[in-house]
Nanobody, 118 residues
Framework: QVQLTDSGGGSVQAGGSLRLACQAS???????MGWFRQAPGKDRTRVVI????????YYANSVRGRFTMTRDNDNNMVYLQMNNLKPEDTAVYYC????????????WGQGTQVTVSS
C-alpha cells in the first residue's frame, strides 16, 4: 500500500505558475503515476499520466504545452509544473498511482487546491 501526499497548491493570477509535489510513502518505480483534477461542479478528469519507466507521458489537450510532469523515483516524488495558468485550471488536483496491468487508479493523494484568478 502506497500513500500519496499532495502539496504545492495555491492562488495565482492568470499567466502565473505553480509547482505541485506528490510524496509517496513507498516505491513508485513500478507504478504509472499521474495527476487528476476536479473543478467545482464538474467530474474528476485526468490531467496527465506517465508510464512507470517515465518513457511515455500523456497530457490532456487542455494542458499540453503548459504543464510538465516529472518524477524522481529515487525519492518517491512526482511533480507537476504548471505554467501560463488559466482561470479554467482552477480545481483540486490529485496525485494518482496505478499498478501495472490494472485499469483502476489504486492510489490517490488527498488533493491540493489550485485557484487561478483572471
Amino acid at each position: 500500500q502506497v500513500q500519496l501526499t499532495d502539496s504545492g497548491g495555491g492562488s495565482v493570477q492568470a499567466g502565473g505558475s505553480l509547482r505541485l509535489a506528490c510524496q509517496a510513502s513507498g516505491a513508485i518505480d513500478n507504478l504509472n503515476m499521474g495527476w487528476f483534477r476536479q473543478a467545482p461542479g464538474k467530474d474528476r478528469t485526468r490531467v496527465v499520466i506517465q508510464t512507470w519507466t517515465g518513457g511515455a507521458t500523456y497530457y490532456a489537450n487542455s494542458v499540453r504545452g503548459r504543464f510538465t510532469m516529472t518524477r524522481d523515483n529515487d525519492n518517491n516524488m512526482v511533480y507537476l509544473q504548471m505554467n501560463n495558468l488559466k482561470p479554467e485550471d482552477t480545481a483540486v488536483y490529485y496525485c494518482v498511482g496505478q499498478r501495472l496491468g490494472v485499469d483502476a487508479y489504486d492510489y490517490w493523494g488527498q488533493g491540493t487546491q489550485v485557484t487561478v484568478s483572471s
